[in-house]
T-cell receptor, first 112, second 118 residues
Framework: DGGITQSPKYLFRKEGQNVTLSCEQN?????MYWYRQDPGQGLRLIYY???????QKGDIAEGYSVSREKKESFPLTVTSAQKNPTAFYLC???????????FGPGTRLTVL | AQKITQTQPGMFVQEKEAVTLDCTYD???????LFWYKQPSSGEMIFLIY??????QNATEGRYSLNFQKARKSANLVISASQLGDSAMYFC???????????????FGKGTKLSVIP
């Protein structure tokens, strides 16, 4: 089945640790995106990538890093510099034309 | 200023009735797109419907239709014959190219929580 997978579904991190969230897609989409969602809020863009080996900062990139070594994969690292990382993280990939974005199931990160 | 405004934090609708979820937007880009997504309690964002700024007709997808009023900058979602499974958060989003950006980005509203009553 074509789709977007994110792992893990739940992630717990101690303060001061870096963690990496996985996002994989087999939809052959060129573009991939990372969003953060806080309770009662909409989504905010962290990073996006239109092509392999290239990515751009979104609205809230501080404390996060990404890589795009393969078309199918766009991992997000939440670094210790991110002061309030507890949130729900959603990965998406996009088509050309309408630029419709399709989302994965999300990862819920909790800092202990 | 907010680019996407959803003024209804919560809505209730009787099963089998129609419901309209409001969305207004703000952009100076003549080429933009408007999307609606559904987010059930599981968290995944599900794409429902898309309307391009140059589309002459309102978009429809099954029980979903988008009431696009360009002059008023509104893009309301209409769900006909509501079902219990429609209970979820609904987000309106706009695609545009922000100043200085090299590609499209999506901006989301804060969402409307729809509850369908049996």
């Amino acid at each position: 089945d074509g789709g977007i997978t994110q792992s893990p579904k739940y992630l717990f991190r101690k303060e001061g640790q870096n963690v990496t969230l996985s996002c994989e897609q087999n939809l052959n989409h060129d573009a991939m995106y990372w969003y953060r969602q806080d309770p009662g809020q909409g989504l905010r863009l962290i990073y996006y990538s239109q092509i392999v080996n290239d990515f751009q900062k979104g609205d809230i990139a501080e404390g996060y890093s990404v890589s795009r070594e393969k078309k199918e994969s766009f991992p997000l690292t939440v670094t210790s510099a991110q002061k309030n990382p507890t949130a729900f993280y959603l990965c998406a990939s996009g088509t050309s034309g309408t630029d419709t974005q399709y989302f994965g199931p999300g990862t819920r990160l909790t800092v202990l | 200023a907010q680019k996407i405004t959803q003024t209804q934090p919560g809505m209730f609708v009787q099963e089998k009735e129609a419901v309209t979820l409001d969305c207004t937007y703000d952009t100076s880009d003549p080429s933009y797109g408007l999307f609606w997504y559904k987010q059930p309690s599981s968290g995944e964002m599900i794409f429902l419907i898309y309307q391009g700024s140059y589309d002459q007709q309102n978009a429809t997808e099954g029980r979903y239709s988008l009431n696009f009023q360009k002059a008023r900058k509104s893009a309301n979602l209409v769900i006909s014959a509501s079902q219990l499974g429609d209970s979820a958060m609904y987000f309106c989003a706009m695609r545009e190219v922000p100043p200085g950006a090299g590609s499209y980005q999506l901006t989301f509203g804060k969402g409307t929580k729809l509850s369908v009553i049996p």
